[in-house]
Protein backbone atom coordinates (compact mmCIF):
# COMPACT_ATOMS: atom_id res chain seq x y z
CA UNK A 1 0.00 0.00 0.00
CA UNK A 2 3.05 2.04 -0.27
CA UNK A 3 3.00 2.44 -3.93
CA UNK A 4 1.00 6.20 -3.88
CA UNK A 5 3.62 9.00 -4.92
CA UNK A 6 2.01 10.47 -1.85
CA UNK A 7 -0.09 8.57 0.27
CA UNK A 8 2.70 5.87 1.37
CA UNK A 9 2.95 7.21 5.31
CA UNK A 10 -0.76 7.24 5.53
CA UNK A 11 -0.99 3.77 3.97
CA UNK A 12 1.48 2.29 6.20
CA UNK A 13 0.66 4.50 9.11
CA UNK A 14 -3.25 3.62 8.90
CA UNK A 15 -2.73 0.22 8.57
CA UNK A 16 -1.13 -0.41 11.22
CA UNK A 17 -3.37 1.56 13.38
CA UNK A 18 -6.44 0.18 12.28
CA UNK A 19 -4.82 -3.46 12.44
CA UNK A 20 -3.70 -2.87 16.27
CA UNK A 21 -7.01 -1.20 17.22
CA UNK A 22 -8.96 -3.31 15.24
CA UNK A 23 -7.90 -6.99 16.10
CA UNK A 24 -8.77 -5.83 19.74
CA UNK A 25 -12.67 -5.05 18.76
CA UNK A 26 -12.62 -8.15 16.49
CA UNK A 27 -11.50 -10.30 19.71
CA UNK A 28 -14.72 -8.45 21.69
CA UNK A 29 -16.80 -9.55 18.20
CA UNK A 30 -16.00 -12.93 18.07
CA UNK A 31 -15.81 -14.10 21.84
CA UNK A 32 -19.43 -12.40 21.67
CA UNK A 33 -20.92 -14.11 18.62
CA UNK A 34 -18.67 -17.65 18.99
CA UNK A 35 -18.68 -18.15 23.03
CA UNK A 36 -21.24 -16.37 24.56
CA UNK A 37 -23.80 -17.13 21.60
CA UNK A 38 -22.40 -20.30 19.77
CA UNK A 39 -21.11 -21.73 23.16
CA UNK A 40 -23.10 -20.48 25.31
CA UNK A 41 -20.50 -19.28 27.53
CA UNK A 42 -20.76 -16.46 30.37
CA UNK A 43 -17.58 -14.69 29.14
CA UNK A 44 -14.99 -14.31 26.67
CA UNK A 45 -12.36 -16.47 26.93
CA UNK A 46 -8.90 -14.64 25.58
CA UNK A 47 -6.55 -17.31 23.86
CA UNK A 48 -4.26 -18.36 21.28
CA UNK A 49 -7.19 -19.63 18.90
CA UNK A 50 -9.34 -16.62 20.09
CA UNK A 51 -6.29 -13.72 19.22
CA UNK A 52 -5.77 -15.60 15.46
CA UNK A 53 -9.76 -14.89 14.66
CA UNK A 54 -9.39 -11.69 16.12
CA UNK A 55 -6.12 -11.30 13.59
CA UNK A 56 -8.50 -12.14 10.53
CA UNK A 57 -10.91 -10.13 11.37
CA UNK A 58 -9.18 -7.06 11.46
CA UNK A 59 -7.13 -8.70 8.24
CA UNK A 60 -10.60 -8.26 6.22
CA UNK A 61 -10.72 -4.17 7.15
CA UNK A 62 -7.21 -3.88 5.96
CA UNK A 63 -8.24 -5.62 2.50
CA UNK A 64 -10.97 -3.15 2.14
CA UNK A 65 -9.39 -0.52 2.86
CA UNK A 66 -7.26 -1.00 -0.02
CA UNK A 67 -9.98 -0.40 -2.29
CA UNK A 68 -10.62 2.64 -0.98
CA UNK A 69 -7.23 4.00 0.15
CA UNK A 70 -6.80 7.01 -0.25
CA UNK A 71 -10.09 8.42 -0.62
CA UNK A 72 -11.41 8.16 3.17
CA UNK A 73 -10.45 10.12 5.94
CA UNK A 74 -9.44 8.65 9.42
CA UNK A 75 -12.40 8.76 10.88
CA UNK A 76 -14.56 7.22 8.21
CA UNK A 77 -11.96 4.34 8.06
CA UNK A 78 -12.50 3.58 11.77
CA UNK A 79 -16.18 3.40 11.39
CA UNK A 80 -15.71 1.16 8.10
CA UNK A 81 -13.52 -1.19 10.03
CA UNK A 82 -15.95 -1.20 12.97
CA UNK A 83 -19.22 -2.05 10.94
CA UNK A 84 -16.68 -4.31 8.66
CA UNK A 85 -16.19 -6.21 11.35
CA UNK A 86 -19.67 -6.68 12.95
CA UNK A 87 -20.62 -8.00 9.45
CA UNK A 88 -17.76 -10.21 9.31
CA UNK A 89 -19.41 -11.88 12.81
CA UNK A 90 -22.80 -11.98 11.23
CA UNK A 91 -21.22 -14.01 8.13
CA UNK A 92 -19.09 -16.08 10.07
CA UNK A 93 -22.03 -16.91 12.58
CA UNK A 94 -24.80 -17.84 9.64
CA UNK A 95 -21.94 -19.92 7.57
CA UNK A 96 -20.55 -21.93 10.63
CA UNK A 97 -23.60 -22.20 12.62
CA UNK A 98 -26.04 -23.01 10.20
CA UNK A 99 -24.71 -23.78 6.41
CA UNK A 100 -22.21 -25.62 8.10
CA UNK A 101 -19.53 -24.30 5.83
CA UNK A 102 -15.50 -25.52 5.09
CA UNK A 103 -13.74 -22.92 4.18
CA UNK A 104 -10.09 -24.05 5.80
CA UNK A 105 -8.04 -21.23 3.11
CA UNK A 106 -10.53 -18.02 3.86
CA UNK A 107 -11.05 -17.82 0.43
CA UNK A 108 -14.76 -16.93 0.88
CA UNK A 109 -14.99 -15.66 4.60
CA UNK A 110 -11.62 -13.72 4.52
CA UNK A 111 -11.07 -13.20 0.60
CA UNK A 112 -14.04 -12.71 -1.08
CA UNK A 113 -15.65 -10.85 1.84
CA UNK A 114 -13.24 -8.18 2.43
CA UNK A 115 -13.30 -7.14 -1.46
CA UNK A 116 -16.42 -7.28 -2.24
CA UNK A 117 -17.57 -5.40 1.07
CA UNK A 118 -14.72 -2.61 0.07
CA UNK A 119 -16.30 -2.60 -3.61
CA UNK A 120 -19.78 -1.88 -2.23
CA UNK A 121 -18.08 0.54 -0.47
CA UNK A 122 -16.42 2.03 -2.84
CA UNK A 123 -19.49 1.93 -5.23
CA UNK A 124 -21.48 4.01 -2.64
CA UNK A 125 -18.30 6.50 -2.02
CA UNK A 126 -18.05 7.07 -5.54
CA UNK A 127 -16.03 10.14 -6.62
CA UNK A 128 -15.12 11.33 -9.90
CA UNK A 129 -12.09 13.53 -8.37
CA UNK A 130 -10.43 10.17 -7.55
CA UNK A 131 -10.39 8.87 -11.47
CA UNK A 132 -7.14 9.41 -13.01
CA UNK A 133 -6.17 12.07 -9.68
CA UNK A 134 -2.85 13.37 -10.31
CA UNK A 135 -1.72 11.91 -7.29
CA UNK A 136 -2.91 8.27 -7.99
CA UNK A 137 0.03 6.60 -9.07
CA UNK A 138 3.52 5.54 -8.03
CA UNK A 139 5.03 7.71 -11.05
CA UNK A 140 4.48 11.02 -13.31
CA UNK A 141 1.47 8.86 -14.94
CA UNK A 142 -1.80 7.44 -13.36
CA UNK A 143 -3.09 4.27 -13.65
CA UNK A 144 -5.14 3.86 -16.21
CA UNK A 145 -8.63 3.56 -15.09
CA UNK A 146 -10.48 0.05 -15.57
CA UNK A 147 -13.56 -0.23 -16.70
CA UNK A 148 -15.24 -1.43 -13.15
CA UNK A 149 -13.93 2.10 -12.49
CA UNK A 150 -15.78 4.52 -15.38
CA UNK A 151 -19.01 2.25 -16.12
CA UNK A 152 -19.42 0.55 -12.71
CA UNK A 153 -18.57 3.54 -10.92
CA UNK A 154 -16.85 1.41 -8.28
CA UNK A 155 -12.90 2.73 -8.29
CA UNK A 156 -10.29 0.06 -6.71
CA UNK A 157 -7.06 2.01 -5.96
CA UNK A 158 -5.22 -1.39 -4.95
CA UNK A 159 -7.05 -4.00 -7.58
CA UNK A 160 -8.52 -5.95 -4.42
CA UNK A 161 -10.86 -7.32 -6.60
CA UNK A 162 -8.70 -8.94 -9.16
CA UNK A 163 -6.14 -9.76 -6.26
CA UNK A 164 -8.47 -10.97 -3.28
CA UNK A 165 -12.07 -10.85 -4.99
CA UNK A 166 -11.85 -13.06 -7.93
CA UNK A 167 -9.38 -15.41 -6.57
CA UNK A 168 -11.40 -16.10 -3.81
CA UNK A 169 -14.60 -16.69 -5.91
CA UNK A 170 -12.05 -19.37 -8.06
CA UNK A 171 -11.58 -20.65 -4.51
CA UNK A 172 -14.75 -21.27 -3.27
CA UNK A 173 -16.17 -22.96 -6.75
CA UNK A 174 -13.21 -25.28 -6.37
CA UNK A 175 -13.95 -25.99 -2.75
CA UNK A 176 -17.42 -27.03 -3.86
CA UNK A 177 -16.22 -29.29 -6.69
CA UNK A 178 -14.05 -30.75 -4.11
CA UNK A 179 -17.13 -31.50 -1.61
CA UNK A 180 -18.60 -33.10 -4.68
CA UNK A 181 -15.86 -35.77 -5.42
CA UNK A 182 -14.69 -36.25 -1.26
CA UNK A 183 -15.14 -39.99 -0.47
CA UNK A 184 -14.09 -41.91 2.25
CA UNK A 185 -11.51 -44.31 0.48
CA UNK A 186 -9.85 -41.14 -0.05
CA UNK A 187 -9.64 -39.27 3.20
CA UNK A 188 -10.75 -41.96 5.44
CA UNK A 189 -13.82 -41.33 8.06
CA UNK A 190 -11.73 -39.25 10.51
CA UNK A 191 -10.04 -36.98 7.60
CA UNK A 192 -13.62 -36.71 6.02
CA UNK A 193 -15.05 -35.78 9.08
CA UNK A 194 -12.38 -33.67 10.11
CA UNK A 195 -12.95 -31.13 7.18
CA UNK A 196 -16.95 -31.52 6.51
CA UNK A 197 -17.63 -32.37 10.09
CA UNK A 198 -21.50 -31.87 8.79
CA UNK A 199 -20.94 -35.07 6.77
CA UNK A 200 -20.79 -36.80 10.24
CA UNK A 201 -23.85 -39.07 11.19
CA UNK A 202 -26.68 -38.28 13.35
CA UNK A 203 -27.00 -38.80 16.73
CA UNK A 204 -27.97 -42.50 17.44
CA UNK A 205 -28.07 -43.02 13.47
CA UNK A 206 -27.24 -46.81 12.22
CA UNK A 207 -23.89 -45.56 10.81
CA UNK A 208 -23.01 -43.40 13.99
CA UNK A 209 -23.11 -46.55 15.53
CA UNK A 210 -21.01 -48.54 13.33
CA UNK A 211 -18.14 -46.20 13.49
CA UNK A 212 -18.95 -46.37 17.04
CA UNK A 213 -17.92 -49.79 16.92
CA UNK A 214 -15.06 -49.00 14.66
CA UNK A 215 -13.50 -47.12 17.16
CA UNK A 216 -13.48 -43.94 14.66
CA UNK A 217 -13.21 -40.57 15.83
CA UNK A 218 -15.71 -37.57 15.43
CA UNK A 219 -18.57 -35.26 16.23
CA UNK A 220 -22.26 -35.90 15.69
CA UNK A 221 -23.23 -34.08 12.29
CA UNK A 222 -26.20 -34.28 9.96
CA UNK A 223 -25.33 -37.11 7.89
CA UNK A 224 -25.01 -34.85 4.96
CA UNK A 225 -23.71 -36.64 1.30
CA UNK A 226 -21.42 -35.08 -0.78
CA UNK A 227 -23.31 -33.51 -3.50
CA UNK A 228 -25.52 -32.16 -0.38
CA UNK A 229 -22.45 -30.39 1.51
CA UNK A 230 -21.45 -29.24 -1.62
CA UNK A 231 -24.82 -27.38 -2.32
CA UNK A 232 -23.90 -25.69 1.14
CA UNK A 233 -20.65 -24.31 -0.22
CA UNK A 234 -22.41 -22.99 -3.03
CA UNK A 235 -25.06 -21.44 -0.79
CA UNK A 236 -22.28 -20.28 1.42
CA UNK A 237 -20.49 -18.55 -1.30
CA UNK A 238 -24.00 -16.83 -1.83
CA UNK A 239 -24.55 -15.91 1.55
CA UNK A 240 -21.17 -14.28 2.11
CA UNK A 241 -21.50 -11.91 -1.18
CA UNK A 242 -25.04 -10.70 -0.41
CA UNK A 243 -23.79 -10.09 3.11
CA UNK A 244 -20.83 -8.45 1.87
CA UNK A 245 -22.30 -6.11 -0.76
CA UNK A 246 -25.23 -5.65 1.40
CA UNK A 247 -22.72 -4.84 4.71
CA UNK A 248 -20.89 -2.63 2.38
CA UNK A 249 -23.52 -0.05 0.70
CA UNK A 250 -25.19 0.33 4.73
CA UNK A 251 -21.54 1.24 5.46
CA UNK A 252 -20.95 3.64 2.79
CA UNK A 253 -24.36 5.21 3.28
CA UNK A 254 -23.64 5.86 7.08
CA UNK A 255 -19.53 7.13 6.37
CA UNK A 256 -20.55 9.36 3.49
CA UNK A 257 -22.19 12.01 5.84
CA UNK A 258 -20.13 15.04 6.46
CA UNK A 259 -20.55 13.76 10.42
CA UNK A 260 -17.31 11.80 9.48
CA UNK A 261 -15.27 14.54 7.85
CA UNK A 262 -14.61 12.65 4.64
CA UNK A 263 -11.66 14.06 2.69
CA UNK A 264 -11.47 17.24 0.15
CA UNK A 265 -10.44 17.01 -3.22
CA UNK A 266 -7.24 17.93 -2.16
CA UNK A 267 -6.90 16.05 0.21
CA UNK A 268 -6.93 12.70 -1.64
CA UNK A 269 -3.57 10.59 -2.26
CA UNK A 270 -1.99 12.71 -0.18
CA UNK A 271 -0.13 12.66 3.61
CA UNK A 272 0.31 16.95 3.68
CA UNK A 273 -2.58 17.55 5.66
CA UNK A 274 -1.79 14.90 7.76
CA UNK A 275 1.85 14.00 8.52
CA UNK A 276 5.16 15.71 8.85
CA UNK A 277 6.61 15.32 5.78
CA UNK A 278 10.28 15.43 4.65
CA UNK A 279 10.94 18.71 3.87
CA UNK A 280 11.60 18.92 -0.35
CA UNK A 281 14.86 19.88 -0.64
CA UNK A 282 16.62 16.98 1.03
CA UNK A 283 18.10 14.58 -1.63
CA UNK A 284 15.38 12.61 -3.62
CA UNK A 285 12.58 14.10 -2.14
CA UNK A 286 12.26 16.60 -4.40
CA UNK A 287 11.13 14.46 -7.42
CA UNK A 288 8.52 13.18 -5.40
CA UNK A 289 5.79 15.68 -7.63
Not at 39 to 66: M, N, Q
Not at 69 to 87: A, C, T
Not at 214 to 229: H, I, L, P
Request: glycine share 10%; net charge negative.
Amino acid sequence: MTFLKKYGYSGVGYNFFIAALLSQWGAIVNGCFNQIYIDGKDHIEIGLRSLISAEYAAVTVLISFGVVLGKVSRLQLLVIGILDILFYAVNNLLAVKYLKYSDAGGSIFLHAFAAYFGLALSWILYNENSLDNYNEGSSYHSDISAMIAKSLKIHDTCGVHNLHGIPGIFGGIAGAVITALAQVDSYGYEGLFSVWGARAPKMNSIEYWELKNMSVKFDVGDERSAFVQAGYQVAGIMVTLAISIFGGIVTGLIVKREIFDPPAEEQLFDDEDFWVLPQKHIEGYENID
